[in-house]
Nanobody, 123 residues
């Protein structure tokens, strides 16, 4: 199991950008695929993006494709989510996740989670 801490959230105007970071600790990090999820008020936590290790293949939800980019730095034990062209509908708490089994786009597939970081996009 991996310990995860997100940072980089904040308030931004529509059309702006934010870069989220997730610092990881634990001996399984180098062999874990990683994902980002988000949860808006009153909504279920939903898939955003995932990245494999060591190949680095990526997967995105249709709602963020072309606007968000997931990446990772193994030396720093950190995964990133670059968010561009932000929309008010992107407002949510964003969570990073690790230690997946099975379908990387499914919440139930991940066994390690961060505490979340708030992203608010104003109109």
């Amino acid at each position: 199991q991996v310990q995860l801490v997100e940072s980089g959230g904040g308030l931004v105007q529509a059309g702006g950008s934010l870069r989220l970071s997730c610092a990881a600790s634990g001996r399984t990090f180098e062999t874990d695929d990683m994902g980002w999820f988000r949860q808006a008020p009153g909504k279920e936590r939903e898939f955003v993006a995932a990245i494999t290790w060591p190949r680095g293949s990526t997967l995105y939800a249709d709602s963020v494709k072309g606007r968000f980019t997931i990446s990772r730095d193994g030396a720093k034990n950190t995964v990133y989510l670059q968010m561009n062209s932000l929309k008010p509908d992107d407002t949510a708490v964003y969570y990073c996740a690790a230690d997946p089994r099975g379908d990387r786009s499914q919440r139930r597939s991940y066994y390690s989670w961060g505490q979340g970081t708030q992203v608010t996009v104003s109109s």
